[in-house]
């Protein structure tokens, strides 16, 4: 059973899940991007794992990339199923292709509400067309479920995949002197607390609603550090100066992934502040499972996937806030910062959620999804 799987690309946080999706179901990876997306940071580059997989050269027309290698390769590839994110070109050729060669096609998506764009308004009649007739659908959580539930798609047609990262890697431990030298680093002292915020500084992160609910703490023996690159960071600076904290925020830049663990192991809390925005509502936040992996409680907002989605659940494994809501954020840093039997609780919890919360897992509700839409192969759960 061979298994065409379309995706824009494969970034760090994909390469073993892709890897072990291609040992155990059979997939092939055809990747239509070379990671030109909007949101993706150009520090963090493309990967190029042990699996199948080919990254297809684009045709460029002006400042569009187009793809028609991409019709050809789906045609000829002789893949028995399709398995392809709601991209809308690729989305509609793979669902051409899978009908015209009469295959099971499943589409993968954590978007969970309707964007607000010109071209989301125009293009989604046709996405959700596809939604309801594709054999099944992949999510990230139960929150992309029900929203796929109120477009019309049959709940039992949905299944749901962990969104997952290799807890291996991203549990390895910290030594003390690790934590020591980031702190260093960071000009954060031994009795200074310290907030973390960890990703693109850019617009729907919601990172001034968290410079204001940092202002707001009052303690001077606390240190929030905005760490990633983005086009928000001279205005979220900006901001810090204006409300005189400067001296207490850092910006260290670009964090590579190999290093993030000691980033979180270094903090007393993590913060995850998306709001939603005509083009983006944060679909997950893996950065909630890199933080939970190294036992660092997270507060996030009620716009973030994790949260919606039953990883980060309020007062049980974090805190959850309104998003847009500095004087929310501001309390909950308080109470997390304040309280030491809190931060240990909350600790404890994370880790023992996010250790289930794995590939194998993520694997097997794709494996259901295939059986579900016919692939025989499929219908038996490989060992863990």
């Not at 995850?272 to 890199?290: A, D, I, Y």
Request: glycine share 8%.
């Amino acid at each position: 059973m061979r298994i065409g799987f379309i995706t824009n690309f494969c970034p760090h946080y994909r390469l073993r899940t892709f890897e072990m999706i291609s040992r155990r179901l059979g997939a092939e990876f055809l990747f239509f991007s070379g990671g030109q997306e909007w949101y993706w940071s150009t520090h963090h580059g493309v990967r190029h794992g042990d699996f199948p997989h080919e990254y297809l050269r684009p045709t460029v027309l002006g400042a569009m990339r187009v793809y028609p290698i991409l019709f050809w390769k789906l045609w000829r590839g002789g893949y028995d199923a399709y398995v392809c994110i709601p991209a809308r070109v690729a989305l509609l050729l793979t669902y051409l292709s899978a009908r015209l060669r009469h295959r099971p096609v499943v589409l993968w998506t954590g978007i969970w509400s309707r964007l607000g764009t010109p071209l989301h308004r125009i293009s989604f009649p046709l996405v959700r067309y596809i939604y309801r007739h594709c054999d099944a659908v992949v999510v990230y959580g139960e929150h992309v479920k029900r929203y796929l539930v109120t477009e019309g798609v049959a709940a039992e047609r949905v299944f749901v995949a962990p969104h997952a990262i290799d807890n291996a890697a991203g549990g390895a431990a910290v030594t003390a002197a690790e934590r020591a030298a980031i702190r260093a680093k960071l000009e954060v002292g031994d009795d200074e607390r310290l907030v973390l915020y960890l990703g693109r500084l850019e617009d729907g992160k919601g990172l001034p609603f968290l410079v204001e609910a940092f202002a707001r703490l009052g303690p001077p023996d606390t240190i929030l550090v905005l760490a990633g690159v983005g086009s928000e960071a001279s205005t979220l600076a900006a901001a810090a100066r204006a409300r005189g904290i400067a001296d207490r925020v850092r910006f260290p830049g670009y964090v590579a992934p190999d290093e993030t663990r000691l980033y979180y192991a270094a903090a007393d809390v993590g913060v995850l502040p998306s709001v939603t925005t005509p083009r983006f509502k944060e679909p997950w936040g893996l950065v909630v499972n890199e933080a939970f992996n190294q036992g660092l409680p997270v507060i996030a907002t009620d716009a973030v996937g994790a949260a919606a989605g039953g990883l980060l659940r309020d007062e049980e494994t974090g805190l959850v806030v309104p998003e847009r809501d500095a004087a929310a954020l501001a309390a909950a840093l308080r109470r997390v910062l304040e309280d030491t039997a809190l931060r240990a609780r909350l600790s404890e919890a994370a880790r023992r959620a996010v250790a289930i919360w794995d590939n194998a897992a993520m694997v097997e509700g794709f494996r259901r999804a295939l059986a579900y839409a016919g692939v025989t192969d499929a219908s038996s759960p490989p060992a863990r």
